[in-house]
């Protein structure tokens, strides 16, 4: 009996993680919604949340003074708001595609520090941002 009340007790205390781990997730994704359709703006934003996660994984290598010279050409995330409408809708397409097949940071640094890597919820927080900047963008 007292097994099982453990048992009870643990299953309900998982749940709860579980359920608040949750609501956190959508809570961030539903602000990063309303924030991207409130700024009735024609070229890409950056909610907080989404600079956030960028500042942290994926700026040292695509930043001006970054050391990775092929990471520097390929991205500067500063140039982004710069670019036209036509070239932030390519890098918002190429953008989805690295990010739905995990490829970056690159698996070479995640090897090496894997508290690099995206988690499960930057993934998709950056995915949910790059799918609803395409759409907003589509309609200009
Ligand atoms: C350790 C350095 C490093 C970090 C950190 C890093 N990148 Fe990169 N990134 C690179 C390199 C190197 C390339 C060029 C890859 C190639 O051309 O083969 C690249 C290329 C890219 C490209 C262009 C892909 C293409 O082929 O058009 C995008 C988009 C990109 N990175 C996004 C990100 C995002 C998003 C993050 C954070 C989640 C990130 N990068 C973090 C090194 C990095």
């Given at each position: 009996m007292k097994t099982y009340i453990k048992l009870l007790g643990l299953v309900l205390t998982l749940g709860i993680v579980a359920f608040t781990v949750k609501n956190k997730e959508e809570e961030t994704l539903t602000k990063i919604k309303e924030k991207s359709i409130e700024q009735n703006q024609t070229g890409i934003t950056f909610p907080k949340d989404v600079k956030a996660i960028i500042d942290a994984k994926c700026m040292n290598c695509h930043k001006?003074?970054?050391?990775?010279e092929k990471a520097k050409k390929k991205l500067q995330w500063e140039k982004v708001p710069k670019m036209n409408l036509k070239e932030q809708k390519s890098f918002l397409g190429d953008l989805s595609e690295v990010l739905e097949d995990g490829e970056m940071p690159p698996e070479k640094m995640v090897t090496r520090k894997p508290e690099m890597a995206l988690n499960l919820e930057e993934n998709r927080v950056l995915i949910t941002w790059v799918e609803l900047e395409l759409e907003r963008l589509k309609g200009n």
């Open positions: 001006p003074d970054a050391r990775n």
